[in-house]
């Protein structure tokens, strides 16, 4: 296992990634990127602008369960003047009605059906997809859009036939895989922030550096709620172990079961309720 604080990349798959990704977009007329609201500018792809090339984004902070509602309205907020896109937030996971986001669909891809018709072509579904970074909860959202209809509604002209289009509704087809938006390779923070939300390979890190850097980044905002949480003084894998009492051999800490365990359980939500982000990102 690696010991140092890098996350490992392999670009050959991420070139691969782009690569299929920009093949699904082509077919597209709106696409949906799917955020984690914990993360929200680390879990989006710094090279989406170019690769939608002016395509409607609808931008979905998903998992907002896991977040602080108040803090989150700021980072909407900003996402909305920044990028000058719509956003919404969603949980996907327990969440039944995703009526708005289908209705905000038909409104972003509203005006290339009318060009379309205005050209004599006759009206047709609006065609979507879904991207985002692995593990932000695409497949659920996709599965929430397509639960009402599973219709399939085949291959279309230049599509590889595993590609499958539902039909949501008589407007709207969606395809039934989402894109997946390769790791960033830039910025050593924002992977970091994407391995604590398990975006990343574990392979790509080393378990008890990134959960150490997780408790020095949470420190930032949530200092106090942690320690409280905890029980401890100061926030290292050492003295949580011995709070806890994770011991082995006698009296050693168990550091390797305390990372996992930080990790697991703020990935599950019971540290509390966090965004690791800074708003003037
Ligand atoms: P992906 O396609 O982007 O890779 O993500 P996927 O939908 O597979 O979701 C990844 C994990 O995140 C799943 O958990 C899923 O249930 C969970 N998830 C998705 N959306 C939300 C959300 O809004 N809130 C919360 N809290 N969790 C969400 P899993 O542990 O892999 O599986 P399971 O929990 O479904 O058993």
């Not at 002016?54 to 369960?65: M, T």
């Not at 085949?154 to 938006?181: E, F, M």
Request: charged fraction near 30%.
């Amino acid at each position: 296992m690696k010991k140092d604080s890098h996350i490992h990349w392999y670009p050959g798959h991420i070139a691969k990634a782009e690569r299929q990704l920009k093949e699904k977009l082509n077919l597209c007329d709106v696409v949906i990127e799917v955020l984690d609201a914990r993360i929200p500018f680390s879990s989006m792809y710094n090279n989406i602008k170019s690769l939608l090339g002016g395509k409607p984004r609808l931008i979905l902070l998903n998992k907002a369960d896991l977040t602080d509602k108040q803090e989150l309205k700021l980072f909407i907020e900003k996402i909305k003047t920044d990028f000058d896109n719509p956003v919404m937030v969603t949980d996907a996971k327990n969440s039944k009605d995703l009526a708005p986001i289908v209705k905000k669909i038909l409104e972003l891809a509203e005006p290339k059906i009318q060009a379309q018709m205005a050209k004599g072509l006759l009206r047709r579904p609006a065609r979507v997809m879904v991207v985002g970074m692995p593990n932000v909860g695409k497949s659920s959202i996709i599965n929430k859009l397509t639960k009402a209809s599973k219709t399939k509604v085949g291959a279309k002209a230049g599509v590889t036939r595993q590609q499958q289009w539902v039909r949501i509704n008589k407007d709207i087809d969606l395809l039934d895989t989402p894109g997946i938006i390769p790791m960033r390779q830039d910025d050593q923070l924002a992977a970091t922030k994407l391995a604590f939300v398990n975006s990343v390979s574990e392979n790509a890190y080393d378990n008890e550096t990134i959960a150490q850097e997780l408790l020095n980044i949470l420190s930032r905002k949530y200092e106090q709620q942690l320690k409280e949480y905890y029980n401890v003084d100061n926030l290292t894998l050492e003295d949580i172990a011995k709070s806890r009492n994770w011991i082995v051999s006698g009296s050693e800490p168990d550091i390797e079961r305390t990372a996992t365990f930080i990790l697991k359980y703020f990935r599950d939500g019971k540290l509390g309720k966090f965004i690791l982000d800074e708003i003037e990102s």
